[in-house]
């Protein structure tokens, strides 16, 4: 059980492509401790979600969910998820527009266009299939994880800059020490 550093956006692993895991080595003891590792890092830090780059590792694995989230009240629950080798497919054109933020981008939420409804499917912590057709925040939170295993961060998809701020003046509602990682 090790919580981790995150990463800041400035750190050239964050825009690198990650490496798939070949399917042979998910079950092996450094995927294992890895994965153990991204879960404590992203719980510490109360985050709806954590992919391996942000902790130094660039490699295709990606963990999300919660039940109750403290930097995102309002949302539904995400069933925990550890995803490796993702693949993501838009099931409509339409997208939506909401905030995000990002624990490499601390203090900053922006309003983010992502698809609606989207199919993903990728491997879990015991190399079995994962094939799931989601919407709303569930599926932000995916495409906001896959990006950074593509070397993206959300900063960089917003389309119109005056939606992008410190979370402290948006939502002064937000207890600071839950969000102000
Ligand atoms: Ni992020």
């Known amino acids: 059980m090790t919580v981790r550093n995150i990463l800041k956006m400035g750190e050239p692993l964050l825009w690198e492509i990650a490496q798939r895991v070949p399917q042979e080595d998910i079950l092996s003891l450094a995927t294992q401790s890895l994965i153990q590792d991204l879960l404590d890092t992203m719980r510490a830090a ?6 391996a780059p942000q902790i130094g590792i660039s490699q295709q694995i990606v963990v999300f969910g919660f039940e109750k989230n403290q930097r995102y009240p309002d949302e539904l629950p995400i069933p925990q998820t550890i995803l490796i080798n993702p693949v993501i497919t838009p099931m409509e054109d339409i997208k939506e ?21 989207i199919r993903y499917h990728g491997l879990n912590q015991n190399g ?5 057709i989601v919407e709303g925040f569930h599926a932000r939170v995916v495409q906001h994880e896959c990006d950074h ?13 005056t939606q992008f701020g410190f979370t402290e003046v948006l939502f002064p509602e937000l207890n600071p020490s839950d969000v102000d990682e």
């Open 149 to 161: 295993l593509i070397g993206k961060l959300y900063p960089m998809r917003i389309e119109d800059l």
């Open 46 to 51: 109360n985050g709806a979600g954590l992919a």
């Open 97 to 117: 527009s909401s905030w995000e933020g990002c624990l490499s981008v601390p203090g900053l939420r922006g309003k983010v266009p992502r698809y609606r409804k």
């Open 128 to 132: 079995e299939s994962i094939d799931r």
